[in-house]
């Protein structure tokens, strides 16, 4: 890996890093000999997970217990990292909540998510971009957002939205940089594709969170914003039509979410290879 964020010593901090896609970014930077500093609820999975990760690690690794939705928490999190690691050059947003299902879901729930996927981004960046590229330092912010937040498919809506809010954070964030500073820190979006994350089961079609991570690093080392990682199931060519598709709802005055109306199933299907 040539992008300077990345050199050995510096400090990444992932969050949601006791399972998932943030466990394998956690473990392959500790490999790459930066200092990491693991984020989650507390549980016996980041515990477990520290041990792997320390265990894997030329350098320092730390495990924080902190609720990303909770901004003092953020805050405290942001001041002892200060203290024992001086600093975050690599700052992953990854941590996420999947409740609130279906339309009709609690509205408890629905905040919650927001929460978390939408204001836990918020707050790690407010939290540590001021302190990041001092002196012309090289930073990367990866900010994780989903399919879902830009196709909009039908099932969990509000999971749909936090995303597609993260997605719009992050664009923001990118042009902020570039034209306010400081512009030796670059942000980008990761959008894994199908991967197998939590306790779940691998299933043929997925791909592995260490393969979402590579295709991470690949993506910001060639200077990428949106890192859009295709899987087994879906190529990047599907992607883009799906993309496409879901813009020109707007552009077409096409009804919502056509690719699922019953008038646009044999249109949809013939624009998709
Ligand atoms: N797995 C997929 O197929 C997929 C697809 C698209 C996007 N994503 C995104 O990738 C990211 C990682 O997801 P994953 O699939 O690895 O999930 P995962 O469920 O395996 O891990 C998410 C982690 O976030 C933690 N977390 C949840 N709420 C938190 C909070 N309030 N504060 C701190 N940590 C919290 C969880 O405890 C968990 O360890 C998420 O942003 C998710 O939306 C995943």
Not at 80 to 104: C, E, P, Q, Y
Not at 232 to 254: C, F, M, P, Q, V
Request: proline share 5%; charged share 25%.
């Amino acid at each position: 890996m040539e992008h300077k964020a990345f050199a050995a010593g510096n400090v990444a901090l992932v969050t949601g890093a006791a399972l998932g896609i943030g466990r394998a970014a956690a473990l392959k930077f500790a490999r790459m000999g930066l200092r990491v500093c693991m984020v989650d609820l507390p549980s016996d999975d980041l515990d477990a997970s520290f041990e792997e990760v320390s265990a894997a690690a030329s350098d320092e690794v730390a495990a924080v217990p902190a609720d990303v939705s909770d901004l003092k928490a953020m805050e405290t999190l942001r001041d002892s990292v200060r203290r024992h690691f001086g600093g975050v050059d690599v700052l992953m947003n990854n941590a996420a909540s999947r409740v609130g299902r279906g339309f009709d879901a609690d509205l408890a729930d629905w905040r919650r998510l927001v929460e978390v996927n939408l204001w836990g981004v918020i707050h790690g960046v407010k939290c540590f971009l001021p302190e990041m590229g001092t002196g012309g330092k090289p930073g990367v912010i990866v900010n994780v957002g989903s399919k879902q937040g830009i196709t909009n498919p039908p099932g969990h809506p509000v999971y749909n939205l936090s995303k597609a809010a993260v997605k719009s954070y992050t664009e923001s964030l990118a042009h902020e940089l570039r034209t306010n500073g400081p512009s030796s820190v670059t942000a980008h979006l990761l959008v894994p594709g199908w991967t197998t994350t939590g306790k779940n089961e691998h299933r043929h079609g997925a791909w592995l969170p260490e393969q979402v991570v590579d295709y991470m690093l690949t993506g910001i080392e060639a200077g990428a914003f949106y890192i859009i990682c295709p899987d087994d199931e879906t190529s990047k060519e599907e992607d883009r039509r799906r993309i496409l598709w879901g813009a020109g709802d707007i552009t077409e005055n096409r009804p919502a979410l056509s690719r699922w109306h019953p008038d646009f199933k044999n249109a949809f299907e013939t624009y998709i290879p």
